[in-house]
């Protein structure tokens, strides 16, 4: 079975560091490129970052770029999202799905149930 | 970046029918557009891929069509079960972007 689990979501100020975990299981995970996309509350959802199946190769939303941080650890199943000087919006349930190959449109078939990250004094 | 203009923002709908949601592109992306589904609380749920694949599971009331910058999500004879927010993506070129969300709600 397919799962995908976000972990370390919570409270942190302004200004403030946060790191993400998503952990895999139930595919292989070097096979796939991985994506993390939020979602502020009453929002629509917002792509933040990817990375390549090798660890080679990230992009990230304008709004993040900088300051997030995605990588993985294959030989942990783990995907991460380093954050930095957070900010006010960047208050949202943070996902994590994969992507086999977007070429064909194969991607963000399965999703972890989400983290919530709250940045307030 | 590509934006995506997704259409109406919201509607009301009775069960049985027939609804559809529209997202332009700001600029040609083939057909590399997905449709969600998203439900209070949960996950997004993907139902069409490549622009008019259906997903595995997901029921054949859906589909979608379109290429370039039109694309449309049709849902016929609607069901209780699909009272919901649908999205649009496109993941033609970073960064991805989401369509702002159509909310079908119960008329």
């Known amino acids: 079975e397919v799962q995908l689990v976000e972990s370390g979501g919570g409270l942190v100020q302004p200004g403030g560091s946060l790191t993400l975990s998503c952990a895999v299981s139930g595919f292989s995970f070097r096979s796939y490129w991985m994506h993390w996309v939020r979602q502020a509350p009453g929002k629509g959802l917002e792509w933040v970052a990817r990375?390549?199946?090798?660890?080679?190769?990230?992009s990230y939303a304008d709004s993040v770029s900088g300051r997030f941080t995605i990588s993985s650890d294959i030989a942990k199943n783990t995907l991460y999202l380093q954050m930095i000087s957070l900010r006010a919006e960047d208050t949202a349930v943070y996902y994590c799905t994969r992507d086999f190959d977007s070429r064909f449109g194969d991607l963000f078939d399965y999703w972890g149930q989400g983290t919530l990250v709250t940045v307030s004094p | 970046d590509i934006q995506m203009t997704q259409s109406p923002s919201s509607l009301s709908a009775s069960v049985g029918d027939r609804v559809t949601i529209t997202c332009r592109a700001s600029?040609?992306?083939?057909?590399?557009l997905g449709w969600f589904q998203q439900k209070p609380g949960q996950a997004p749920k993907r139902l069409i891929y490549a622009a008019s694949v259906l997903q595995s599971g997901v029921p054949s009331r859906f589909s979608g069509s379109g290429s370039g910058t039109e694309f449309t999500l049709t849902i016929n004879s609607l069901q209780p079960e699909d009272f919901a927010t649908y999205y649009c993506l496109q993941h033609n070129r970073y960064p991805y972007a989401f369509g702002q969300g159509t909310k079908v709600e119960i008329k």
């Open positions: 600029q040609g992306i083939r057909n590399d």
């Open positions: 990375i390549n199946s090798n660890g080679g190769g990230t």
